[in-house]
């Protein structure tokens, strides 16, 4: 169990206790200012700071991880990711009140690209997404926050996960759950992380596992993965797929493109 699920998740897993989407979180008035300047203070700053991040990196072939440690601590404490797959998405976007689509903050900071591919949900009348500056973005709040149905979002979002992105939620002053993001590697900002080894994000629930009879050794699982978990051995000559649980995130993408239907999302 993870150090959320201990401390938010009250018996539960973090993401899928009902009191880290509640109304009485939307009081806090360090939140609320939080959401004001998120656009700026957290993407528009984060995005700069991951460019000389990556540029130091690849100097130095690793952070210092005094630097590391910082920075991860301060995402703890302020948005925070974790992967999720879509039977997650269809759990948690299924049961929201309200579901508002955005364009995507950080493919904005890094290349001024709209791409609608950033979700917010609301359990209550008093959605916190109305407290985000979508002038951002130059367009007006009611023209930036879209809304549609909890079902469509869900279908929107099993179409982007059919082109290639994984799930992840993200916390907008922890434990407060607040985006559900589509994200592709190099584009999202806590995913760019990853690859200088600071994790501003949890791996998911759920690790992938591979049916070895099953298996064809067609290699469409280790193309389809992100984050480099797939690999191959052999096996009574004949070649299979090898998940690696450490590397895993458990996104589900291999599971999903996978023709023999030989990998599964396991619990880690």
Not at 221 to 234: D, T, V
Request: glycine fraction near 8%.
């Amino acid at each position: 169990m993870c150090e959320f699920c201990t401390k938010h998740g009250d018996g539960k897993v973090w993401f899928k206790n009902a009191a880290n989407y509640g109304k009485d979180l939307m009081a806090d008035l360090e939140r609320r200012d939080y959401i004001k300047d998120f656009f700026t203070s957290t993407i528009e700053e984060g995005i700069v700071t991951l460019g000389r991040l990556e540029t130091l990196h690849q100097k130095k072939k690793r952070l210092p991880p005094r630097l590391v440690k910082a920075m991860v601590d301060k995402a703890k404490e302020e948005h925070f990711g974790q992967v999720v797959t879509i039977e997650d998405i269809r759990d948690m976007v299924g049961k929201a009140a309200t579901v508002v689509r955005l364009p995507c903050a950080c493919r904005w900071a890094a290349m001024k690209t709209e791409n609608r591919c950033c979700y917010s949900v609301s359990y209550s009348p008093d959605a916190w997404y109305d407290d985000l500056d979508m002038g951002y973005f130059g367009l007006a709040q009611d023209e930036g926050l879209e809304r549609i149905k909890p079902e469509e979002a869900i279908s929107q979002m099993e179409t982007l996960e059919k082109q290639g992105a994984v799930h992840t939620i993200w916390t907008m002053m922890t434990p407060f759950i607040g985006a559900i993001c589509n994200c592709q590697p190099g584009d999202c900002l806590g995913l760019r992380t990853l690859a200088l080894d600071v994790e501003t994000m949890f791996r998911g629930e759920q690790v992938a596992m591979v049916d070895e009879e099953r298996c064809n050794g067609c290699g469409a699982c280790e193309e389809a993965c992100q984050f480099q978990a797939i690999s191959s051995r052999q096996l009574s000559g004949e070649q299979v797929a090898v998940v690696s649980p450490a590397q895993c995130f458990g996104c589900g993408l291999c599971r999903n493109h996978c023709p023999e239907e030989a990998l599964a999302m396991v619990g880690r």
